[in-house]
């Protein structure tokens, strides 16, 4: 892209042309005028003309793709950036490759006082088993190591992080020998966080914006809360994010005292607040046990306890969230949001939009009340991509069967629930146009949804999830948070129910896309602008 530029200021007026800009406004737009941080104009090359004299810059797009920034509707900040920044282990491919990369982090950090990783998946590694404490502790000279599952929802520690922890071996989810989950890792977790001195965690959190800004992320839904972070990481992460540019947080605190979440400044005492666990982790909450193990997880709320959170949300003016995985959690949470509306009015339920969180082993009966209610359905369609199929961690833990009827986007769609995309980064990596992807080529076809519906869930989705249904498009009046894009030819996906085809012809009157079919280059963020105040600009942006 190349600029004619005036002095920059923070009501600058600035014409974008020469490109493809995505809005409803006008599918055939190539120009676009942001004023006072908000979308001003979109419309044709010609009418562009009109505006050239009279603008504070010029951005030539060069045949760019304009569209708005992604909403990454589910994210633990500050995880992301010890993931990006320190050890990452999702990449190996054996427990021996695990431990030397364990080995070298370690033996590069001779002074810290907290050795802080994630990534690790048994499921993955011939071994079938997680690095036991005993090597850690070799590993590490002995030091204290924290190291989550890529699910988070159990870790592997040394023993000294253990010592730094009273009583953890009374506590639930601690066996001897095996990962810690439940309130022994909770613990082992706040211990781990709390050794991390003040600039280590705002670096983590700085990296994690900054990467997100370079993927055209406009905005993160930080999914914070006692059994996760902290009270000071939450608000470290608000106050960080109001005082540099980068993308906007908005902040969930994951904690049943509904005041507490709102004097953090959270929007909603939800996000992860816990109704169950993960599958990967044998802890997602099951009508059925699991197909390799003997139990059905483990159930952290019932339904009184969520109708409690909801009537105390909906009184308060906050969204009440819950995450919720396996069958019988989900089952709780409806029956409980069920007795709510019963309690206070359907109408008032619905109007607060409530989330559940990943909502992953949805049955026909949930889907409905998901619909009834008015639920969010914050979603990770990467978690299909990695876990999915007929060989993946889903059939491994639930059988084929079973497995196939996770995470039904068309289903969602269809009774017309709200979804809203995100990662649970770093559980999956920030990938906006991946997760477009893999919901459009979902493992289990009759769960596809468009490529256009999927990028709506992205976009507008998130915004919609805050109670924003003014924001997420490119229209007159909603915010200038936008991202400009190298890619190949637009396309719009014709529907068919079975397999994804693509249309290049203009004649549709509808916004064309990058084409995603796996094995095609996904587009390439050269700008990401939020407000209309540029957050990331890359060598060519």
Same mark, same amino acid.
């Given at each position: 892209?190349?600029?004619?530029?005036?002095?920059?200021?923070?009501?600058?007026?600035?014409?974008?042309?020469?490109?493809?800009?995505?809005?409803?406004?006008?599918?055939?737009?190539?120009?676009?005028?942001?004023?006072?941080?908000?979308?001003?104009?979109?419309?044709?090359?010609?009418?562009?003309?009109?505006?050239?004299?009279?603008?504070?810059?010029?951005?030539?797009?060069?045949?760019?793709?304009?569209?708005?920034?992604?909403?990454?509707?589910?994210?633990?900040?500050?995880?992301?950036?010890?993931?990006?920044?320190?050890?990452?282990?999702?990449?190996?491919?054996?427990?021996?490759?695990?431990?030397?990369?364990?080995?070298?982090?370690?033996?590069?950090?001779?002074?810290?006082?907290?050795?802080?990783?994630?990534?690790?998946?048994?499921?993955?590694?011939?071994?079938?088993?997680?690095?036991?404490?005993?090597?850690?502790?070799?590993?590490?000279?002995?030091?204290?190591?924290?190291? +989550?599952?890529?699910?988070?929802?159990?870790?592997?520690?040394? +023993?000294?992080?253990?010592?730094?922890?009273?009583?953890?071996?009374?506590?639930?989810?601690?066996?001897?020998?095996?990962?810690?989950?439940?309130?022994?890792?909770?613990?082992?977790?706040?211990? =781990?966080?709390?050794?991390?001195?003040?600039?280590?965690?705002?670096?983590?959190?700085?990296?994690?914006?900054?990467?997100?800004?370079?993927?055209?992320? &406009?905005?993160?839904?930080?999914?914070?809360?006692?059994?996760?972070?902290?009270?000071?990481?939450? #608000? &470290?992460?608000?106050?960080?994010?109001?005082?540099?540019?980068?993308?906007?947080?908005?902040?969930?605190?994951? $904690?049943?005292?509904?005041?507490?979440?709102?004097?953090? %400044?959270?929007? &909603?005492?939800?996000?992860?607040?816990?109704?169950?666990?993960?599958?990967?982790?044998?802890?997602?909450?099951?009508?059925?046990?699991?197909?390799?193990?003997?139990?059905?997880? #483990?159930?952290?709320?019932?339904?009184?306890?969520?109708?409690?959170?909801?009537?105390?949300?909906?009184?308060?003016?906050?969204?009440?969230?819950?995450?919720?995985?396996?069958?019988?959690?989900?089952?709780?949470?409806?029956?409980?949001?069920?007795?709510?509306?019963?309690?206070?009015?359907?109408?008032?339920?619905?109007?607060?939009?409530?989330?559940?969180?990943?909502?992953?082993?949805?049955?026909?009966?949930?889907?409905?009340?998901?619909?009834?209610?008015?639920?969010?359905?914050?979603?990770?369609?990467?978690?299909?991509?990695?876990?999915?199929?007929?060989?993946?961690?889903?059939?491994?833990?639930?059988?084929?069967?079973?497995?196939?009827?996770?995470? !039904?986007?068309? =289903?969602?769609?269809?009774?017309?629930?709200?979804?809203?995309? &995100?990662?649970?980064?770093?559980? +999956? !990596?920030?990938? !906006?146009?991946?997760?477009?992807?893999?919901?459009?080529?979902?493992?289990?076809?009759?769960?596809?949804?468009?490529?256009?519906?999927?990028?709506?869930?992205?976009?507008?989705?998130?915004?919609?999830?805050?109670?924003?249904?003014?924001?997420?498009?490119?229209?007159? %009046?909603?915010?200038? $948070?936008?991202?400009?894009?190298?890619? %190949?030819?637009?396309?719009?996906?014709?529907?068919?129910?079975?397999?994804?085809?693509?249309?290049?012809?203009?004649?549709?009157?509808? !916004?064309?896309?990058?084409?995603?079919?796996?094995?095609?280059?996904?587009?390439?963020?050269?700008? #990401?602008?939020?407000?209309?105040? #540029?957050?990331?600009?890359?060598?060519?942006?």
């Amino acid at each position: 892209m190349t600029e004619r530029t005036a002095p920059q200021s923070e009501t600058r007026t600035v014409l974008l042309r020469g490109g493809e800009v995505h809005s409803p406004a006008d599918p055939f737009a190539t120009a676009m005028v942001v004023e006072k941080g908000h979308v001003a104009w979109v419309g044709s090359e010609g009418a562009a003309d009109a505006f050239a004299s009279g603008v504070d810059e010029v951005v030539d797009l060069e045949g760019a793709l304009v569209t708005p920034a992604f909403t990454d509707a589910h994210v633990h900040t500050t995880a992301t950036g010890l993931a990006l920044t320190g050890l990452d282990l999702s990449g190996a491919a054996t427990l021996d490759e695990a431990a030397a990369l364990v080995r070298a982090y370690a033996d590069a950090r001779p002074g810290d006082r907290i050795l802080v990783g994630h990534g690790w998946d048994a499921a993955r590694w011939p071994e079938a088993r997680p690095p036991r404490r005993e090597e850690l502790d070799a590993l590490t000279g002995g030091r204290p190591l924290y190291l +989550t599952r890529i699910d988070v929802h159990s870790a592997v520690v040394t +023993t000294a992080l253990l010592d730094l922890v009273p009583g953890i071996r009374d506590l639930a989810g601690f066996r001897d020998g095996e990962p810690l989950t439940g309130d022994a890792h909770h613990a082992v977790r706040a211990a =781990a966080y709390a050794a991390l001195n003040p600039g280590q965690r705002t670096e983590a959190q700085r990296a994690a914006l900054r990467h997100a800004a370079s993927l055209g992320i &406009g905005t993160v839904h930080e999914c914070g809360g006692p059994d996760i972070s902290s009270e000071d990481d939450f #608000t &470290g992460l608000l106050r960080l994010a109001r005082a540099e540019p980068g993308p906007r947080v908005v902040g969930y605190w994951a $904690d049943r005292d509904v005041d507490r979440a709102r004097a953090l %400044g959270a929007v &909603g005492a939800a996000g992860d607040l816990f109704a169950d666990g993960s599958l990967g982790s044998h802890t997602a909450c099951l009508h059925e046990p699991y197909a390799d193990a003997g139990h059905t997880g #483990t159930a952290h709320l019932d339904a009184a306890a969520v109708a409690s959170h909801v009537v105390a949300c909906t009184e308060a003016g906050l969204q009440a969230g819950f995450h919720a995985i396996g069958d019988a959690a989900l089952t709780a949470v409806v029956d409980g949001v069920r007795a709510a509306a019963d309690k206070l009015g359907l109408a008032r339920v619905r109007a607060a939009r409530h989330r559940v969180e990943h909502a992953e082993m949805l049955t026909p009966e949930t889907i409905a009340a998901f619909a009834e209610f008015g639920l969010t359905a914050s979603v990770q369609p990467a978690f299909d991509a990695a876990w999915g199929g007929e060989s993946g961690m889903y059939a491994q833990r639930l059988g084929a069967e079973r497995a196939r009827t996770l995470n !039904p986007y068309a =289903a969602l769609l269809r009774a017309g629930v709200p979804l809203a995309f &995100g990662s649970d980064s770093p559980v +999956t !990596p920030l990938d !906006p146009w991946g997760t477009v992807r893999a919901a459009a080529f979902h493992r289990t076809p009759e769960h596809r949804i468009s490529a256009r519906a999927a990028f709506t869930a992205h976009t507008r989705g998130g915004w919609r999830a805050v109670g924003r249904d003014d924001a997420g498009v490119l229209v007159p %009046g909603a915010p200038a $948070d936008y991202a400009v894009w190298r890619t %190949g030819e637009l396309v719009v996906q014709a529907p068919d129910d079975r397999v994804a085809r693509w249309s290049t012809d203009p004649r549709s009157g509808t !916004p064309g896309l990058p084409d995603l079919t796996p094995g095609n280059d996904l587009p390439v963020c050269l700008r #990401t602008v939020v407000g209309g105040r #540029t957050v990331f600009a890359g060598p060519n942006g």
